[in-house]
């Protein structure tokens, strides 16, 4: 993996920036979770509820530390690559409302995938990470179609493919271990 694009989109971040890369199943959009000009750049991007809430991404538990309250999250939200999982957690009284929507609790993925890790390791943070689609659309899992998509409307993208996953990642609520969206690998 080439590291001068993914220092160049830590930076882009860090700057208050939006940047879309590949994930476990699709291509993500994505900004620093406190970042508000820039999440509200993504919903304005994708035509998205602000309501619906964000999933925040890390490739380590620590980078989201500051977002959730939740005292073992080192043992409860492990990463898989065979089967990432989406854990909805209690949030922490720093995580921004634009981030919860509508909800009490926040969505957070120790994403399992080489390009998103690196990206959340070199911007050192957590990243909202929403499917790169306008709402209602298939959403991108390919560059030639995230270009068209996305091209102008996105400050960088980070090259890489997604995969493994053909489908969403598993949603699930931690304190009751309900699936609220199953994922398929």
Known sequence: ??????RRAAWILRDGGVVAYPTEGV????????????VARILAIKKRDPTKGLILIASKV????AWIDLPDADTLLSASAEHPITWIVPPSKHLPKWIRGEHADVAVRITSHAVAAALCDAADSALVSTSANLSGHAPARNRHVLRRYFHD???FIVPGQCGPMTMPTEIRELASGAVLRSGTV
């Open 153 to 155: 409307l996105v400050d």
């Open 62 to 65: 620590a980078q989201l530390q």
């Open 27 to 38: 291509f993500g959009l994505g900004c620093l979770p406190d970042a508000a000009d820039a």
């Open 1 to 6: 993996m080439n590291s001068v694009p993914i």
